[in-house]
């Protein structure tokens, strides 16, 4: 069972607090689809729902965006991390410029949605460049370079020199992308709810699931409290938890680590303060915060070991700042905050968004991976398709049985 995904005290949390008032579900109710996850998956896919008419109930067994979202450092990409190159040989060419384009298109409907928002979510669009770090990395870089720029791809191809030109640490190669951005998730999911809420969407914090009744046209959803939800279909949108609703093994859980530095007084840290991260395995990436922070992470481990996890964190903390300032030697680097959080990957580096047949009337949107905010926008797209009736032509890319040309 995986109910313990973080350390305490996230950065977003603390530094946002409370930001709004929400309810636990006391009385019956009924409504067209009810998601489980208060997150930024379920709070986008709510959104999305709303938006097309659709009626919608959305539960959380925590307060609202208190789970992965708050852990998450929200560095957004089209990237996925399956690189183009290497999904092409998983998936076949057709469907991973598919997958790229999809997560591409997503970042820029999170970049429409954002300022509709009554919030500061904080979203803010920057280049990104992705560098190797040894010389042996160098044919790694220019292949996905040659991949991209064929089919269309915002991309540049920088030497050491245009490297060194611009950054104070030495790569042989790097990749140089946009778009990116980077958001306050905590913020944009209370946005995402709140609008929900005005056009109707009832949303129930501190209300757990039971379980889950599955009829011969509808859901029943067996909450905590005692209530009941009746639905006609019920979404698992819980982030990582999502796990201990699906009835087999899909992915690696991992461990992984961020640092978020005192605000700095510099507007500009490095290059455009675009967002970054390498070719190591694991990598570590950084950006920068509004408030003129940095956030630094990585140092992933492979198990999923809350306590090991959390006895990490100091290690792990000196680990990282020793990074920074190796790469960024004149930028001084103080730790405020730190945390440890569970991270998931896929073998291909995509999210499962769709149904499964042992389960009636159950959707799922897990946005694993390192981009889980870009993919939730693509889960929200996909989903609302296919719950309102309506064909999705690239659903079957990232379903459970997705297969290769």
Known sequence: ???????????????????????????????????????????????????????????????????????????????????????????????????????????EDLEKIAPKLKIDNEFEPRPSIRFAKLKKEVPFIEKEFEARKKHGFNVELWDEAKVGKHFPFAAPAALYTAPSATVDPYRLTHGLLQDAIKRGAMIYDKTGVERIER???????????????????????????????????LASLSSSYALVSEPIAAKEMWFENCTFWNTSDPYTYGRTTKDNRIIFGGEDEPFYDPAKRDKLLDAKTKKLTKQFEQMFPDIPFKVDYSWAGTFIETEDGLPYIGAIKQLPHTYFALGYGGNGITFSQLAADILTDLLLGKKNKDAEIFSFDRKTD
């Not at 060419?93 to 997560?103: G, N, Q």
Request: charge should be positive; glycine fraction near 8%.
């Open 215 to 249: 009829l011969a046209k509808s859901v029943v959803i067996h909450t905590s409290q005692g209530a009941k939800v009746r639905a006609k279909k019920a979404i698992i949108a819980c982030g990582y938890e999502s796990v201990n609703y699906i009835p087999r093994k």
């Open 1 to 107: 069972m995986i109910t313990d995904i973080r350390t305490e005290s996230p950065f977003w949390l603390m530094k946002n607090g409370y930001l709004e008032t929400y309810f636990s579900l006391n009385e019956n109710i009924n409504t067209d689809f009810v998601i489980i996850g208060g997150g930024i998956s379920g709070a986008l896919l709510a959104w999305s729902l709303i938006q097309k008419g659709a009626g919608v109930a959305l539960l959380d067994r925590r307060h609202m965006a208190m789970g992965s979202t708050s852990a998450s450092t929200a560095l957004l990409q089209y990237d996925i991390d399956r690189t183009l190159h290497e999904l092409i040989g998983i998936l076949g060419e057709k469907k991973a410029v598919r997958a790229y384009k999809l997560s591409l298109k997503a970042l």
